[in-house]
Structures are given as C-alpha cells and as structure tokens.
C-alpha cells in the first residue's frame, strides 16, 4: 500500500512538472564542440529522462552479467542444500521406523553437506545405534559435547554409553559436566544422585538434591530430608556434631522422619540435653508412631528397667487405638517385670490378627506368670500371625531403615509398615471368616531379603546397633 502512494505521488509530481514546463515556455542552449544546439526546455527534459533510463538498464545489464557467476553458484548450493535437508528429514524418519541401512545411507548424504547442522549430527548418532556401531556413536557423541549448542545432548549420550559399559566414573564425570552447563537437567541430576548413594556418599548427595529442592516441592523436600537423615547415620559414630546439624535439617525438613529424629535425640541425651530430645522424639511420634522413639524416650535418663517403664509410659500415653505404643509400652513393662500392665496394654490389639511380635510378648508373659500351655499357644499363633511392621522399600522389607530404593537405585525412604501387598480389614464383629474373604495366610507377602547388592543403608548391623549404648536401637 504505501509503495503504491510512493508510485501515484511520483507521478503526480511528473504530471505537475510537465504540465509546468508546457504553461512556461523555454529554451535550453547547449554549446558542444563549438556548435550551438538550441531545444526547448520540454524536449530536454524528455531527452534528460531517456537518458537517464537507458543509463539505469545498461547498469543493471552490467550488474547482471557481473554477478551471474555467484548467482549460479548460490542456485546450486541451493539445490544441493535442498537435497541434503530432503535426506536429512528422510533419514529421521527411517531411523524412527528403524531401516538401520536407509538411515545410514542419508545421515552420510546430510553430513556431506550440512557440516554445521546439529540435526546431521543427532541422525548420524542414531544411525550408528541402529547399526550398533558403539565406538562411532562414542565418537559421535564426543563431537557433539564439543559443540556449544550440542553439548548437553553429547554428554548424554556418552554418560548414556559409559553407564551402559559400567563405567561410573566417566557416566558421573560426563552427568556432572551436564548439570554445570544446566543446573536444572533432571536426569544429570538423578544420575548423579544414584552413583553418589550407590558410593554411600551421603553429603555429596544431599548437596547435589538441594539445588533442586526449591522447585521440587514437598517431596523433593522429603527426598532431602532422607539424604540428609542417611548422612546423620553415617556420621553419627566419627562426627556426633554433624551428625546432629544433619539430623535437625532433616527433621527441619520433615518432622515424622523418624531416623533423623532418633539421631538427632541420642546426640541431645549424650550432650546432657535431655529435654530437646524429649520435644523432637514427641514431635516425631505424633506423626509416625514407632517403637524405637519410645525406646529412646525410656533411655533419657539413666536408670533401670522400673524408671525406664515410667518414662515410657508418660511417653506414649494411651495405646487403646496405637498399636505401636501398645508394643514400646508392654516391652518396656516386661522388662520391668510388670506383667499385669505388659497384657493390659496388649488386650485392645489381640481380639483380631494380633500381629506376630504381640503374639510373641503375650507368651513371655504367659510364661513368666507361669501358665506354660498359654505359652505354647501364643508361640503356635505367632507363627501363623500377619507380619511384623518393617522397612519397606519397593517391596523389598529390612529390618533397617534405608535412604535409596535397593531395586533402583533412586531415591525411595523406606516406610514403618506391615510387609504386605494386601492387608486384610478389620470387620465390624470379629465374626469368622467367609470362604470369600481370604485368610491371611493366603495373603500375599513382599520380598525380604538381604539384596544381592545390598541396600544403600548407612545405619549399623543389628549387633552393631545394640552394643555398649542403648540408645542407638534403630
């Protein structure tokens, strides 16, 4: 549009100019070689503008002619580039439908002419996977890790192929470099969290987790929390101070994570600070009741086994709908040899399916009162009873607490539960079973299993958990 008005306003003015010089006769003398041609004005504008015409053609005729080489040029190169494009997008497709052959046939075409397109170098890459082709897709990747805009896309692929070599020193090398050029990569970021636990390095990892704790939300927080508890864990024995700033993070982070607060407690108790291990240990067993907090609870202050039952029994409070305190508060009363107190706790948990561990209380009770065949009966009922609570992690169950799944790697805090797939509920009257409903025996059971690759649990074996200090009893 305003190239038109440009164009109806030059002739306008041309109009204007001739219409001018009609209205205002002139004449125009020209002296050459001594000679006088005289013309009126009109007629020397017209031969001015013819003139001015024929020098415009012949400049772009001799401009033309000047610059057809590199047009010729520019066309080929043109349909050249067309062509290697036209591979290029044939190529991805063959790799994507899997003709190793047709991808390597035009990732070589692409490559021959797109020597600085990153698409050549990401078909070439999966032309030589489908061949399987490892040193030239290693070599590839290399390439492309060298490049500024491929780089993060290479270190990938060599982590990828180091991981798949069982290199783990290069795969954590090359995840590394990802993340100092994107902080922000999840799988980076997961990798090296992976080959971190899988060295038990806790603080490294829970360093590498927290730049994605502020994005991650309220699991990325739980996750920390874990990192943070396993490094408590593992220093609590060398370095009972970083131990104890790791544990309050964690329990900062996520209050009901019950082996932070155990450590972080024990740390108080030796330090003759009973009273903020008594706030966490109360935090705590308000969300995740567990029988090792109240164990803890017991031991705040030296004593023997009465004290300790009082401590216990101020801690848990009532235990009619808690299990988890009906057991703390009748293994501490048996110690006690408080054996009235121990089955009044238990009562309200045996009417149906008492689970094995209060199965197994209630014969040592029966036994110290000195009623042997009770005894005897409890034990034959603690064979068949639903499994004790343990630590479940990815359906494998531990006795000890772990970080990390010990199937994949990833970070997955075990959870305090009944090893079950299937839990059987508890029915309004404690009438017998349908054949429709299954027994608990026929219930299906997870793995517990002490894995081939053992899981990444920083805590202490069971005898080691004992020894000298009671206190350490996770």
């Excluded at 046939?105 to 990401?122: C, G, Q, W, Y």
């Excluded at 299993?449 to 080691?464: L, M, Q």
Aim: charged share 25%.
């Amino acid at each position: 549009m305003i190239k038109l008005v440009w164009r109806f306003a030059l002739l306008a003015a041309a109009a204007f100019l001739f219409a001018w010089l009609a209205d205002h006769p002139s004449t125009v003398s020209v002296h050459v070689a001594g000679r006088v041609v005289e013309t009126s004005l009109m007629v020397a504008a017209v031969i001015l503008g013819l003139a001015t015409m024929a020098m415009v053609f012949f400049w772009s005729v001799v401009k033309r002619v000047w610059s057809s080489p590199r047009d010729v040029k520019s066309y080929w190169l043109f349909r050249r580039n067309r062509k290697a494009y036209e591979s290029l997008s044939r190529g991805i497709i063959a790799a994507g439908a899997g003709d190793a052959q047709g991808a390597s046939r035009h990732s070589a075409i692409a490559e021959k002419t797109l020597l600085d397109e990153p698409l050549a170098k990401v078909l070439a890459a999966q032309a030589a996977q489908l061949r399987g082709d490892r040193p030239a897709l290693t070599r590839i990747f290399q390439d492309m890790a060298d490049r500024d805009d491929t780089r993060i896309l290479g270190l990938r692929g060599l982590f990828t192929e180091a991981r798949a070599a069982g290199d783990h020193a290069a795969a954590q090398r090359h995840a590394e470099a990802a993340l100092k050029v994107n902080p922000n990569l999840a799988w980076a970021s997961s990798a090296v969290l992976q080959l971190q636990t899988a060295r038990k390095d806790w603080t490294a990892a829970a360093i590498t987790h927290a730049r994605s704790l502020k994005h991650g939300g309220d699991k990325a927080a739980r996750h920390q929390a874990a990192l943070l508890a396993a490094e408590a864990l593992s220093l609590e024995d060398s370095n009972p101070h970083g131990a104890l700033n790791a544990a309050l993070k964690a329990h900062k982070l996520d209050p009901a994570l019950v082996p932070a607060t155990l450590v972080a407690a024990r740390a108080y108790i030796n330090d003759g600070r009973p009273r903020k291990a008594q706030s966490m240990l109360r935090d705590t067993w308000a969300l995740t009741p567990h029988p090792d907090l109240a164990e803890v609870a017991g031991h705040m202050k030296p004593g023997g086994a009465e004290p300790r039952f009082e401590r216990v029994r101020d801690f848990v409070g009532d235990t009619a709908d808690n299990a988890e305190g009906a057991y703390a508060l009748a293994r501490a009363a048996v110690a006690a040899r408080r054996w009235d107190v121990a089955r009044k706790a238990l009562e309200p948990h045996l009417a149906f399916q008492p689970q094995s561990r209060l199965c197994g209380l209630m014969a040592e009770i029966e036994e110290a009162e000195g009623d042997k065949g009770k005894a005897r009966e409890w034990l034959a009922r603690a064979m068949s009873a639903p499994r004790d609570p343990m630590w479940v992690s990815d359906g494998v169950a531990s006795h000890r607490w772990t970080a990390v799944s010990p199937v994949t790697g990833e970070i997955a805090p075990a959870e305090w539960k009944a090893p079950y797939e299937t839990i059987a509920a508890k029915p309004a009257s404690h009438a017998a079973e349908t054949e429709d409903a299954p027994a608990p025996s026929r219930l299906a059971r997870p793995r517990q299993v002490e894995p081939a690759r053992p899981p990444d649990d920083p805590g202490t074996s069971d005898d080691e958990a004992l020894g000298d200090d009671p206190l350490k009893a996770l």
